[in-house]
């Protein structure tokens, strides 16, 4: 409904595997985010994109990796997570960063770390 | 750095009454003031935002805020709320991403859940 969907959904992974979450958008923008959120906490950004460039690096473990191939496609590959790592990734995308636009955020996908 | 605060967990409003969410914001130079919402098992939903202008801002679904810079808030109001305006709502404020002022992200608040009773 936003434009900016998501896979998949639900994924539960044990601390072994490796796993990719995707995002795709389709409103043209120039900019894509990931974030991380858990209950009762404030949103963190974990990666941002500008015109598949990466602009910023939140200090994320190096477990959590980012690819944007193209300004549409956003991934986020997983390798040897941990169970505190289990929350909602949301995927966002703007018009662009400079402006503070606002932005369109995908459902999520609910990741549980066994 | 630029930070906003949502000082209530959980607001608890009956059906037809006003509602209000509050936010305060602490920043430097002029705050850019965002309003999201979440419904269950959904992203976060743009509602309205404040860069300049009127102090009152309007935005979707009937919703209003209104930024009041002396007492550095930017509270989310409706004069009559809904069953279905139930959901987890965010205040955000713009920071720059870095030394630079070209680049910016968004600041969030933990969130306010909003319950409608009927």
């Known amino acids: 409904e936003t434009g900016v969907t998501q896979t998949p959904r639900h994924l539960v992974m044990g601390m072994t595997n490796k796993k990719s979450l995707k995002c795709e958008q389709h409103?043209?923008?120039?900019?894509m985010y990931w974030y991380k959120q858990s209950a009762k906490k404030p949103l963190e950004l974990m990666f941002v994109?500008?015109?598949?460039?990466?602009?910023e690096n939140n200090s994320v473990p190096s477990r959590f990796s980012p690819e944007c191939p193209n300004s549409s496609h956003l991934f986020l590959h997983l390798h040897t997570l941990q169970p505190e790592d289990s929350a909602l990734y949301l995927c966002a995308s703007s018009q662009g960063v400079t402006l503070g636009d606002e932005q369109f955020f995908g459902p999520g996908t609910r990741l549980t770390v066994l | 750095a630029q930070s906003v605060a949502q000082p209530e967990d959980q607001v608890n409003v009956a059906e037809g009454n006003p509602l209000t969410v509050k936010c305060t914001y602490s920043v430097s130079g002029n705050p850019y003031l965002f309003w999201y919402v979440q419904y269950p098992n959904r992203g976060l939903q743009f509602l309205l935002k404040y860069i300049t202008g009127d102090n009152l801002v309007k935005g979707s679904y009937g919703f209003e805020a209104e930024f009041n810079k002396s007492q550095t808030s930017f509270h989310l109001k409706k004069p009559s709320a809904l069953v279905s305006d139930s959901a987890l709502y965010f205040c955000?404020?713009?920071?720059?991403?870095?030394?630079?002022?070209?680049?910016?992200?968004?600041?969030w608040g933990a969130g306010t859940k909003l319950i409608i009773k009927p």
């Open positions: 955000a404020v713009r920071d720059m991403i870095g030394p630079q002022d070209s680049n910016y992200q968004l600041i």
């Open positions: 994109y500008s015109l598949e460039e990466r602009v």
């Open positions: 409103l043209g923008h120039n900019a």
